[in-house]
């Protein structure tokens, strides 16, 4: 029996999220004090009490999420502790894994998630876009759709659940296709801009000079590249992984699926929210999903 642990991404931060473990656990609350000191400002504060609209920008939403889930990742080591063989993490949450696998420092990964966020926003400034979640639709019909309308595929999340991202006129006639194809659903995103698509360039070029500076390790466990849906080949590919994962669609289905086939038969999400055990029920429920992003959680 195979055990993974899964990292949340943008989408599953709320404000309050993390404040149980830092009034709770000394070792948390060192976590995100130590955050405070590394980024120049109070995120503890921002998770703690929002308001919403200040945590839902990306400079500030990729390390908070970061910061509850290596909390939630301490307080379970301390309070119920576990191997895993695996490790994975949705789109910034791949930095959760990393971390959580030895690649990188506390501290750095804080330093690059603050970059990462600033960039990103740079980047919808200049290339603004959006984003359209598609229920139901065949993978291979969208693929024909985006290409017609000029937009890519960000995230394939589910079997059933796939975001397309692109220019605003290109998501828009991507809306009109996709209904006129049989899509359940077609709803426009709530996002700053088009996230995992081309028109993030130059986010990701400004990253690549970046992460030069960083020190990177080799993983203690296998990591799964979200670029590939396969663990990082070494270091110098993980740095190029997690330079294209900017502009790259994340293959979440993939991944969770090799996951499946390596024998993984549990998973832990650990940090805010419950979107990755929802999205595993329906790629393979052979792989049950538990949650770790309060104290009570432990306590269950």
Known sequence: MKKAILFPGQGSQSVGMGRDFYDAIPECKALFEKANEVLGYDIAAICFDGPEEELKKSHNTQPAIFT????????????????????AGHSLGEWGALYAAGVISFENTLRVLKARGEFIQAACVANPGAMLAVINLDRAVLENIAAEAGVTLANINSPDQIVLSGTAEGIAKAEVLCKAAGAKRALPLPVAGAFHSPLMAPAAEKMAAFLADIPLAAPKIPVLSNVTGRPHDGVGVLRANMVAQITGSVRWVESMQWLAAQGVTEAVECGPGKVLAGLMKRIDKTVSVSNIGAISDLEA
């Open 68 to 87: 509850v889930s290596a909390a939630a990742f301490a307080a379970m080591q301390l309070k119920k502790p576990m191997n895993f063989d695996y490790a």
